[in-house]
């Protein structure tokens, strides 16, 4: 019996990969990676206007270990050619920072804004780029917050928490202007 049910089993998932609408397997698998959301109100850069929202991303910072041979003493060498003692050598291992921490603060839509209709109409923005594939769920779920971090590494921000800036590019919150 099984091995009759193995190869129908094999085909249809065969014929409904053809089904998958392309990069949302990509995006299903970089979802699985993706932590979890994390916000707090209480937090803010120094200086930051009252009532604003902040989102924060920290890089942590990379480190390299290198190991070097350093002699210690030469080759003792006659002047025929001939080695009376080779050289002699020790490993140093060091670690060194190749990249610093950074710690980026970016002001986002606060929680007031992000309702099930603000969440759908991001999933639909960002599905109508190619980055979001899935239904609209109006829920910030690993998708959608894969699809965010991919349209803004393109803007320089590898971060899931929306910038406000890319919810303005995206066309989901009012640009200020000046009044002046």
């Known amino acids: 019996m099984f091995k009759r049910v193995f190869p129908i089993l094999a ?18 698998l970089e979802a699985l990676g993706e932590p979890g959301l994390v916000r707090s109100t209480a937090l803010a850069p120094p200086g930051a206007e009252p009532g604003t929202c902040w989102g924060r991303e920290v890089s942590p910072a990379v480190i390299e270990t290198v190991t070097e041979q350093v002699m210690v003493q030469p080759a003792e060498v006659l002047a025929d050619g001939t080695v009376l003692s080779q050289a002699v050598f020790r490993s140093e291992t060091r670690q060194q ?40 769920t109006g829920q ?8 965010i971090r991919r349209y803004q590494e393109a803007q320089g921000l590898d971060s899931a928490i929306l910038s406000l800036e890319a919810a303005r590019s995206l066309g989901l919150v009012a640009v200020e202007r000046d009044t002046g």
């Open 11 to 28: 085909v249809s998932a065969i014929a409904l990969t053809g089904c998958v609408e392309p990069g949302a397997v990509a995006q299903d």
């Open 140 to 147: 910030r779920d690993k998708r959608t917050l894969v699809a």
């Open 97 to 136: 920072i190749v990249q610093e921490r950074r710690e980026t603060w970016f002001q986002t839509p606060c929680e007031d804004v992000w309702t099930e209709e603000f969440t759908s109409s991001v999933q639909r923005a960002l599905a109508a780029r190619g980055l979001y594939h899935g239904s609209i």
